[in-house]
């Protein structure tokens, strides 16, 4: 059973920094990542990375946003730099697994960025 376990959310004012985990565990793991949610808003990419360290950003957050993995803990990190108020989200962990097309999804962390 695949078991996702999010932390490292908050609130921080405009310009500063968080940095996200997701700890992983179940299974072996291809692709691992990051969605955010706003109020009002879909469900949108932040950040992806293979099992091979490829990585994918969503523009809006390119140069600013960092995502890393270590795959031994299967672990997934996304350090936020530059934080600006449009970051506000709900912040959910993706992972899916290396074989097959199966994914999940973790339960949610808040970020909110102040002005």
């Known amino acids: 059973q695949v078991h996702l376990v999010e932390s490292g959310g908050g609130l921080v004012q405009t310009g500063g920094s968080l940095r996200l985990s997701c700890a992983a565990s179940?299974?072996?793991?291809?692709?691992m990542g990051w969605y955010r949610q706003a109020p009002g808003k879909q469900r949108e990419l932040v950040a992806v990375?293979?099992?091979?360290?490829?990585?994918n950003y969503a523009d809006s957050v390119k140069g600013r946003f960092t995502i890393s993995r270590d795959n031994a803990e299967a672990t997934v990190y996304l350090q936020m730099n530059s934080l600006k108020p449009e970051d506000t989200a709900v912040y959910y962990c993706y992972v899916a697994k290396l074989f097959g097309t199966t994914n999940y999804w973790g339960q949610g962390t808040q970020v909110t960025v102040s002005s």
């Open positions: 179940g299974s072996i793991f291809g692709v």
């Open positions: 990375i293979t099992s091979g360290g490829s990585t």
